[in-house]
């Protein structure tokens, strides 16, 4: 009994050619026609505001929609910051800044999960060495 044309090459099943369009697809990775249907179908789905929000959720993401974010059910205090994304931009200069950042974050999340620091003083450090090295290095 044959799996189908593309199923079975050299006796041995062709799984990835049946993940690869699934792997692009999720990873945004459009690279041809063949993907665009899939694409069209994908975005169809998750651009209702339940959808955005569950996707976002179980994402652990802020829903990007004024909609979205009204039916999200969260935190209060996670939905008071999360109410703050339509004020943020993120360019190049920030990307940058963040990026560097988790070399003083870091340091003072481990110390603050060793009990190493308070972690009231361990956020306090790791912003005032982020804020010196954002002054030393203007962009």
């Not at 063949?34 to 975005?43: C, I, R, S, T, V």
């Amino acid at each position: 009994m044959s799996a189908g044309r593309h199923a079975i090459r050299n006796g041995r099943p062709r799984i990835l050619s049946y993940l690869r369009p699934c792997c692009h697809l999720l990873y945004g990775n459009i690279l041809t026609d063949w993907y665009k249907q899939g694409a069209a179908y994908w975005l169809t789905w998750l651009m209702p505001p339940e959808n955005l929000v569950f996707y976002n959720t179980q994402g652990g993401f802020v829903p990007p929609t004024a909609a979205a974010r009204a039916k999200w059910e969260a935190d209060p205090v996670i939905k008071a910051w999360g109410d703050q994304v339509q004020y943020i931009v993120v360019d190049a200069d920030t990307q940058y800044y963040f990026q560097n950042s988790f070399d003083f974050i870091t340091p003072a999340l481990s110390a603050a999960a060793l009990g190493q620091m308070a972690p009231e003083d361990a956020a306090k450090d790791a912003a005032k060495k982020i804020n010196d090295y954002i002054q030393r290095n203007p962009l």
